[in-house]
């Protein structure tokens, strides 16, 4: 059975940080593509971040480089995303994502853990 847990989420002051992590069940991980999207009320779900399982290569979008890191943990077969110098628009829910190949395209993931409510305030 495929599952994936978000957590970390929650209230932050501009500035700040927040740590996401995302366990999935071994299947889901051991085989996939891991990625995070977020989706603010009234806007598209986009692309955050995404990380290779044969490389560990890792791809952003422009808005968080330099500021969000995405990692994964093989033992513990959970992918986090460390999210600094955090800003009021990056206020959203995100969700991560388990895919076959790294993608910024909804469409490209099977699997979607229920997401994490990240806010930001000045």
């Known amino acids: 059975q495929v599952q994936m847990v978000d957590s970390g989420g929650g209230l932050v002051q501009a500035g700040g940080s927040l740590r996401l992590s995302c366990a999935a069940s071994?299947?889901?991980?051991?085989?996939?593509?891991m990625a995070w999207f977020r989706q603010a009320t009234g806007k598209e779900r986009e692309f955050v971040a995404a990380i290779s399982r044969e490389t560990g290569n890792t791809f952003y979008t422009n808005s968080v480089k330099g500021r969000f890191t995405i990692s994964r943990d093989n033992t513990k077969s959970t992918v986090y995303l460390q999210m600094n110098s955090l800003k009021p628009e990056d206020t959203a829910v995100y969700y991560c994502?388990?895919?076959?190949?790294?993608?910024?395209?909804?469409?490209?993931?099977?699997?979607w853990g229920q997401g994490t409510q990240v806010t930001v305030s000045l």
């Open positions: 071994g299947r889901t991980y051991s085989r996939n593509d």
């Open positions: 994502a388990a895919g076959a190949l790294v993608t910024m395209k909804r469409d490209g993931y099977d699997y």
